[in-house]
């Protein structure tokens, strides 16, 4: 019986490659990953327990026990970490909205898990209780889609691509006069690095350095990044200046013209880079480029991350706005529904 069981990750397992195989920057991999890992982790738990072998019985019990305390305590443990982190992160990069993300969301938590010991719905009228329904099965929802992004956005650091690239696109971000701050020099570097690796086997890519000019800066992005590169020992006529883009989807949108131009026609291999948080959310513009491209990420200060991946989910969320209106109308929606059907029933 058990033996049989094992179908469920076998098959999950298969699904998920298939889909990851094909194409890594589609959320849908974190998705299929997490049922594979949950159902594998599952069975091995299951095995584990029902076996003749005392041992791995007592095994058995430290992920369970691991999992409990997660269930418990990790909700809280969360929250702290968000609230120490957000407050480090204001002091070192100052008070801007952007830089609230993540003691908001710490507070959101506590205040979650506040009213999951108050139980307000218990104080509500039945009919209340049914649209509060709505708004539970909403957040399992949002839930849901989080972790699916997290686990794509981790299967997405693994990418290696080959040592056999004709281009190479630095995607660029606000410069503060001509002079490229450590964020934007982190992903130069990181072209820099991997131009430096192929050189030593093959003919070096080009570099795009893609990035316009906003109306505070001095030079465009791709002047400036241009500039460090040449300045880091990187030949001129292996540097390209797109200039025109103001968001990562022109990014790739005009790099890929230059690209398509330069290479006549011809079959062309190509990678990005950004930095490591933005990695993901890059990925899926590439994609709906038509960029046929995966990217490299360069290191991000460990306090600046959570932060900065709260504001990419709530970017890849805004992506997919059409979806996620339409599920979130579905939701609400149905308790609506079971509410205006109740009154008349009545």
Known sequence: MILALWIVPLVTLVI?????????????????FNIFALSAGGMCILAAITSDIPILRILAIFPVILI??????????????????GRILIKKEGRKFSNYLALLLGICILAYIVLSFIQPVSYMPWWAQILYSGVTVLLFYFFID????????????????????????????????????????????????????????????????????????????AEAMQAYALDKGIPIEDTIQENRSTNTYENMLFSKQIMDDLSGGSRYN??????????????MYARLAGLPSQG???KTALYYWPNAMI??????????K?????????????????????????
Do not use: C
Request: proline residues 4%.
């Open 16 to 32: 998920f490659l298939w889909f990851y195989l094909r194409d890594p920057r589609r959320i849908i991999n974190g998705f299929l």
């Open 68 to 85: 409990f305390l997660v269930l418990l305590f990790g909700g809280f443990a969360l929250a702290i970490l968000l609230l120490i982190n």
């Open 146 to 221: 989080l972790s699916s992004f997290l686990s794509a956005y981790f299967l997405y650091q693994f990418n290696r691509p080959k040592l056999n690239q004709n281009f190479i696109v630095v995607l660029g971000s606000r410069v503060i006069g001509r002079r490229v701050p450590p964020l934007l020099a982190n992903r130069i570097n990181k072209a820099i690095e991997f131009y430096h690796r192929q050189e030593a086997v093959t003919t070096p890519p080009k570099i795009i350095f893609s990035g316009g000019k906003g109306s505070d800066e001095q030079v465009s992005e």
């Open 270 to 283: 190509s990678i990005f880079t950004t930095n490591n948080f933005h990695l993901f959310r890059a990925g």
């Open 296 to 298: 490299i990420g360069a």
């Open 311 to 320: 504001r990419e989910y709530v970017a890849v969320v805004v992506m997919n």
């Open 322 to 346: 059409k979806r996620h209106s339409i599920v979130s109308g579905i939701l609400l929606g149905i308790p609506v529904i079971v509410l205006m059907f109740t009154f008349f029933v009545r």
